[in-house]
């Protein structure tokens, strides 16, 4: 964080200094009992309704508390802090939002979308951190509470920001855009996710739409083309400057001669009417669309596309991310258990399509959750996905996945089908199946501990 006197603070907010000196400087902000007080030199807004420890904030002091608590309820602050009372706590925050984020004139980057978010602002990060200062959000810890500390990690010495954007209800991206106020703003797609926060896809379409409103004037907006749900967002809306990536139709920056090679994939980007050969980890063609957005950002804020593509190919592909290992009876195991959802799984499927090809194929999938009212609907579509491929053993872990098993049987799948309640004994079924000509994906939810540490399980043989 930059640092800022408390006496600038206390001017900024036209507040009340009731106890301490103000002849210091702030080093960290927080909004108190939604972050944890950890360091010395904290700026910390507190409400109305929150109970204060005075001791712990004393120990960690020098510390700043601004409350539009009443004096009376603000004069057990002791000598290490510095109490500064205001009108409203919640107009005192936001125009200390607002005055931080403008000191500061770089590109910042936020990125929405169902699948490929964390990746593709991973992938903007390990290119421009080979260059600049950046700050970032940290892998997919993206919820709004996180938004203020990401903000303060901005300083004087930062030439660039790129932040995830979190959806699990309506205004969430709302709210994280007032705080961030991205020059870039990334939709990679929109599937289908966090129903029960949107009530159902409409509603979720038009969550995520609420980035458009959000990046700063004259900013950029750079979409999927390929897309379906992207597409019914209302574009005339953006003022901005639209940038399109995409595979199958025209864009900005398309994809063409996709191959996957030994360690990801390959790919022949065109831009305008030049050419560029690219190499990416991870396989899939989802990872080359989160390249291309990557691509796009990353020449918007300031860098070549050929220093983006050198840089690229440095990447590491994220563990749990479709993450190759050898497992029990040298087999091999596909962990993909980060993040479930339709589109997610979808994706996988498609991956398994080419390096399953010639081998014993065995797929492990778990429940996918908020989804509302619509778990067996996008469940039983996933059953006939599965149905549709050549799939020698099909087990799924969890009641709300029992809909894709009952599916694909109803379907005509030949494939050894299990039904589980959880992970206990699917391990007995598999024994006998994992070989060297055997390969086993694995998909559940990051909140499923124990698939996690099931696939761990697979992989050590």
């Avoid at 004139?105 to 979308?113: F, M």
């Avoid at 290119?127 to 996180?146: F, G, H, L, Y």
């Avoid at 029992?402 to 699917?426: C, P, R, W, Y």
Wanted: aromatic share 6%.
């Amino acid at each position: 964080m930059q640092h800022i006197s408390v006496h600038e603070i206390r001017k900024l907010l036209q507040g009340e200094l009731l106890s301490g000196s103000e002849r210091w400087s702030v080093k960290h902000a927080i909004y108190y009992n939604r972050h944890e007080l950890t360091q010395n030199h904290t700026l910390m807004f507190v409400s109305k309704r929150d109970t204060i420890n005075w001791q712990e904030i004393d120990r960690k002091g020098p510390s700043l508390v601004i409350s539009d608590k009443s004096s009376e309820e603000l004069k057990n602050a002791l000598e290490n802090t510095t109490v500064i009372r205001v009108r409203s706590i919640v107009q005192s925050y936001w125009k200390f939002i607002e005055y931080y984020r403008n000191l500061f004139e770089i590109p910042v980057v936020a990125l929405t979308g169902t699948c490929g978010k964390t990746t593709t602002k991973e992938m903007i990060k390990h290119i421009t951190s080979k260059e600049w200062d950046v700050q970032a959000s940290v892998s997919s810890k993206n919820e709004p509470r996180q938004s203020l500390p990401y903000l303060t990690g901005i300083n004087q010495k930062t030439k660039a920001a790129i932040f995830e954007l979190g959806l699990g209800n309506i205004g969430n991206i709302k709210h994280q855009c007032m705080i961030y106020q991205p020059t870039i703003g990334i939709i990679t797609n929109i599937g289908v996710h966090h129903l029960d926060g949107c009530i159902n896809l409409d509603g979720y379409i038009k969550a995520k739409a609420e980035i458009l409103e959000g990046i700063k004037k004259d900013g950029t907006l750079i979409i999927n083309s390929d897309d379906e749900n992207t597409k019914k967002i209302p574009l005339r809306k953006f003022k901005g400057k639209l940038i399109t990536f995409g595979v199958h139709e025209k864009s900005d920056y398309q994809a063409t001669n996709i191959q996957f090679t030994e360690n990801g994939m390959q790919f022949v980007l065109k831009v305008s009417n030049n050419q560029y050969e690219v190499s990416v980890p991870g396989y899939g063609e989802h990872q080359v669309y989160n390249a291309l957005a990557a691509i796009a950002a990353v020449k918007e804020m300031g860098l070549s596309i050929e220093i983006a593509i050198s840089h690229l190919k440095t990447f590491k592909a994220m563990a749990r991310h479709l993450e190759f290992s050898t497992g029990i009876g040298e087999s091999t195991i596909v962990d993909d258990t980060w993040t479930n959802n339709p589109t997610s799984v979808e994706a996988a499927l498609k991956v398994l399509d080419t390096i399953g090809e010639g081998k014993k194929v065995i797929l492990i999938l778990g429940d996918i959750k908020r989804l509302g009212n619509f778990e067996e609907k996008y469940h039983r579509e996933i059953g006939t996905m599965v149905a549709k491929r050549t799939i020698d053993t099909l087990i799924t872990i969890g009641k709300r996945a029992e809909n894709i098993a009952k599916q694909a049987l109803k379907e005509g799948t030949k494939a050894d089908v299990h039904m589980f309640k959880d992970v206990s004994g699917v391990l007995d079924v598999l024994k006998t199946k994992l070989d060297s000509e055997t390969i086993v994906l694995i998909k559940g939810p990051m909140s499923s501990k124990s698939m996690i540490e099931f696939a761990n399980q697979l992989k050590n043989r």
